[in-house]
């Protein structure tokens, strides 16, 4: 990436991670709704994008962009990771909001018999990768008070994150109603890529970091 | 047609037990609705309405005015 592009930080992960998954969005042929719902669904296009771009907002992936230096990369990956996580924790009671302004399924009725659905692989797939992000946030919340060092920490996050972002993007391309070819191309590379980066600094990449970024 | 396409379904079925006409069957392979006969939707509406994750589309171009009775 050249010095231009490095003068205002974050500008080609911004690309990546919001401008290029809007693109995809705008370009693709499915059919628009209600404002609302399609302001969700940008919602969570975004949280997902930007979930992705969390393996790209660490020490190992940071030199993909372009490298910045690691406080504010860190302070990033914090927000970013705390903020849409929230908001996908939260995007299968947001799926249904719109049915309160509808006549139709009761909204409840409409979670319970998604979330139960148990006989779809994408459902279970997002159930699992629901029930892992609860697990990433939580242990990232009060890491400082678990019995554990920060490698150690640092080692369970990593494979649990991989873990994570294999299931959602599987899930995602399976039951969204966006991912089409190109998001779906879009998903896997960057998973794929996010992946690889994270387990070439786990197999030697990087020195392990004692010290708390 | 008046059904016009199925996105992110996740094949509960509510919309094959709600649809009059059977005009959507569940795929055998992938678990998930299909459009099998859209020919003979009657644009009532009901398997939209009670999706619970709203993936249907009805082509609004070829929906027939709903019939409000009076008096």
Redesign the interface.
Known sequence: MNSHARRIPFVPEALAFIGLPLLLWALAD??R?TTL?ESFSLLFILAFALMLGQFYLTRGGRSVFGGSKMGPVISMHKFVGYTFAAVLLVHPVL??V??YF????DPR???T??VT?F?????LLGLAAWGLMLTLGLTSLVRKRLPMRYGTWKLIHGILSALLIALAAWHAID???HTGGAMSIYIVVLAAGAILLLARSMIGGNKPNTGDK | MAIDRIDGCIGCGTCVSTCPTDVIRTDPKTGKSVITYPADCQICHLCRMYCPVDAITITPEKSIPVVVSWG
Do not use: D, Q, W
């Open positions: 499915a059919p709704r719902k799926i249904v719109p049915r509808e006549s139709g399924i009725e409409a979670f018999t998604m659905t006989e779809s692989r994408g459902i039951l969204g109603r």
